[in-house]
């Protein structure tokens, strides 16, 4: 058994033996664990009882789940419904009738997730986000556990000093891994983000930057920015900004996926890129 089933187990014990909610679901008909291809946390279950099914995440405290919590009520626009928090437990609608996002509905929806993205950023985080040691702190733990060599590592925390010189990073708040599996659709084209987990204080367009190399075509790019400066000022991302991001972003990548304990082959793909972008 992998880490993610491991934890899914552990949590789903932890749900019998809690009953959240057991006022509301009443008697639950039945609990399925939610492990994508891509998980890596095993935090989340669908719920199925006499009124509905519902989408029931394990938070790793109640602290956690009160920032959760708020998060969903300061975003309503964004998340699917929110039902409430039990203790480190959060409910919120199961997404019936909606299906996860393809390519296609990415590019074609760019500019309406531009405006999400915005919406996010344009909130200010109260919080002592060192960017700067984040990102030591993170490529230190690579080299500690051997993921990377001495030699990458001096070359990446080069273009990291370097990059950073050239651009004014403010911190607010943003959404974490913003890629196509993190959406759903309905047939009406509405969309939603379903990482209740993934709305934290960050460098402003983190995310961003991760979506847009995504997107990777120019017509879905300025759709995308057409949408963002719909709502707030987009004209700090910048092709710098944007390069500085994701290099922020592929060692937090990097590093989260081998600390949660995944197969390293889950991280190839992005420490190639590393090697490639600080080549």
Excluded at 138 to 158: F, T
Aim: aromatic share 8%; net charge neutral.
């Amino acid at each position: 058994m992998d880490s993610v089933h491991r934890r899914s187990a552990e949590n789903l014990e932890s749900v019998k033996n809690d009953r959240p909610f057991a006022h509301f679901l009443g008697e639950i008909q039945s609990i399925e664990p939610l492990i994508a291809s891509n998980a890596l946390s095993g935090n989340a279950f669908f719920v199925a009882c006499a009124s509905g099914k519902y989408k029931l995440r394990v938070c790793d405290s109640e602290a956690r789940a009160k920032t959760i919590e708020d998060n969903l009520r300061r975003f309503p626009n964004i998340f699917p419904k929110f039902y409430g928090r039990d203790g480190r437990y959060i409910l919120t609608e199961a997404l019936v009738g909606y299906r996860g996002l393809t390519n296609d509905d990415l590019r074609r929806s760019a500019r309406k997730i531009g405006r999400l993205c915005a919406e996010v950023n344009s909130a200010e985080a109260n919080a002592d986000h060192d960017h700067r040691q984040f990102f030591i702190t993170r490529i230190a733990k690579l080299l500690h556990r051997g993921i990377i060599d001495r030699e990458l590592h001096d070359r990446v925390l080069g273009r990291y000093e370097q990059s950073l010189d050239r651009v004014t990073v403010r911190i607010s708040l943003d959404m974490n891994d913003l890629h196509k599996g993190n959406f759903m659709i309905d047939k009406d084209d509405n969309i939603l983000f379903i990482d209740e987990e993934g709305i934290n204080p960050r460098m402003r367009g983190q995310g961003v930057a991760k979506l847009l190399r995504a997107i990777g075509h120019e017509d879905e790019y300025r759709e995308f920015m057409a949408g963002y400066n719909e709502v707030a000022d987009g004209s700090f991302l910048t092709p710098e900004y944007l390069a500085h991001m994701h290099l922020v972003e592929l060692v937090r990548t990097i590093n989260f996926k081998t600390e949660v304990g995944v197969n390293l082959d889950r991280a190839q793909k992005d420490l190639d890129e590393l090697r490639k972008f600080c080549a």
